[in-house]
């Protein structure tokens, strides 16, 4: 089965419109975007840090918890910017979007085996939904999250299913197209793990098609190797070998993928 147990995102999408250049993106949100989208959380952390306000705080804060996600490093980089988003957090909407990134920091460290912050991590995520709207913008990422945990720490897959369709109706409802990447993927790695092969491979063809058409260069590898378990050969063996080829122009990003990728003597 696919590896979908470390793949994760953040509140910080695609690049949204600024209110206050008539709904154009900004040169700054796509500064970052482009940064995050190949690797470089640090560099687009860094382009945050002139902004004192509670938003750029949580945006930089996801953006190393994600490169956690990803190299298995920055922990301690993570952990003071989130300790800063949750200080400068003033409203129920930002508290439970610091609580969300707790919560996946704390997931991050449990299943990279770094250490066991599971029950952190599922109360992290409930003081989340008890302070988040219903129709808040961070309510299908939180819904994902809990998915997450339900089916990597509870071993639950059927409240993980559940987790992850709310997760995709949110982030249909809000155009989130990288969310909803996340979410193909995470309902086709069930449907493969219950033998659906037709509808998994559906999924992860999607999860692809969304990551190659936002650019997003970082997830596009693990795309491509899950899609990979549900094709036959010779097909599997094309897309493996994209996979490995994007692995490695990235600097062997994400490091969990190498498992995947490669036998043991590396070849």
Same mark, same amino acid.
């Given at each position: 089965?696919?590896?979908?147990?470390?793949?994760?995102? !953040?509140?910080?999408?695609?690049?949204?419109?600024?209110?206050?250049?008539?709904?154009?993106?900004?040169?700054?949100?796509?500064?970052?975007?482009?940064?995050?989208?190949?690797?470089?959380?640090?560099?687009?952390?860094?382009?945050?840090?002139?902004?004192?306000?509670?938003?750029?705080?949580?945006?930089?804060?996801?953006?190393?918890?994600?490169?956690?996600?990803?190299?298995?490093?920055?922990?301690?980089?993570?952990?003071?910017?989130?300790?800063?988003? /949750?200080?400068?957090?003033?409203?129920? @909407?930002?508290?439970?979007?610091?609580?969300?990134?707790?919560?996946?920091?704390?997931?991050?460290?449990?299943?990279?085996?770094?250490?066991?912050?599971?029950? /952190?991590?599922?109360?992290?995520? !409930?003081?989340?939904?008890?302070?988040?709207?219903?129709?808040?913008?961070?309510?299908?990422?939180?819904?994902?999250?809990?998915?997450?945990?339900?089916? +990597?720490?509870?071993?639950?897959?059927?409240?993980?299913?559940?987790?992850?369709?709310?997760?995709?109706?949110?982030?249909?409802? +809000?155009? @989130?197209?990288?969310?909803?990447?996340?979410?193909?993927? +995470?309902?086709?790695?069930?449907?493969?793990?219950?033998?659906?092969?037709?509808?998994?491979? +559906?999924?992860?063809?999607?999860?692809?098609?969304?990551?190659?058409?936002?650019?997003?260069?970082? !997830?596009?590898?693990?795309?491509?190797?899950?899609?990979?378990?549900? /094709?036959?050969?010779?097909?599997?063996?094309?897309?493996?070998?994209?996979?490995?080829?994007?692995?490695?122009?990235?600097?062997?990003?994400?490091?969990?993928?190498?498992?995947?990728?490669?036998?043991?003597?590396?070849?």
């Amino acid at each position: 089965m696919a590896d979908t147990a470390m793949s994760g995102s !953040g509140p910080v999408s695609t690049p949204a419109p600024d209110p206050a250049s008539g709904g154009r993106v900004s040169a700054l949100q796509t500064a970052v975007w482009r940064l995050r989208s190949r690797g470089c959380w640090t560099d687009a952390a860094a382009l945050l840090e002139p902004d004192p306000g509670p938003a750029a705080a949580l945006q930089r804060a996801a953006l190393l918890v994600e490169r956690c996600l990803f190299t298995e490093q920055g922990w301690s980089e993570a952990e003071d910017a989130l300790r800063a988003a /949750e200080a400068l957090a003033g409203t129920d @909407d930002e508290r439970g979007a610091a609580a969300c990134e707790r919560g996946q920091l704390a997931y991050a460290a449990t299943v990279l085996g770094v250490r066991d912050r599971a029950d /952190e991590a599922r109360a992290a995520l !409930g003081r989340a939904a008890a302070l988040l709207a219903p129709g808040a913008a961070t309510r299908p990422l939180l819904d994902y999250r809990r998915g997450l945990i339900a089916e +990597h720490l509870a071993n639950s897959p059927q409240a993980a299913r559940a987790a992850y369709r709310r997760a995709h109706a949110g982030a249909t409802a +809000h155009g @989130d197209q990288l969310l909803l990447s996340f979410t193909w993927r +995470h309902l086709a790695g069930l449907a493969l793990r219950d033998g659906e092969l037709a509808e998994a491979r +559906h999924g992860f063809t999607e999860s692809l098609r969304l990551r190659e058409e936002l650019g997003y260069l970082v !997830g596009t590898a693990p795309a491509l190797a899950a899609l990979a378990e549900a /094709e036959p050969e010779p097909e599997a063996a094309r897309l493996r070998a994209e996979a490995s080829r994007l692995f490695r122009l990235l600097g062997n990003v994400p490091t969990w993928l190498a498992a995947q990728l490669f036998s043991p003597s590396g070849d």
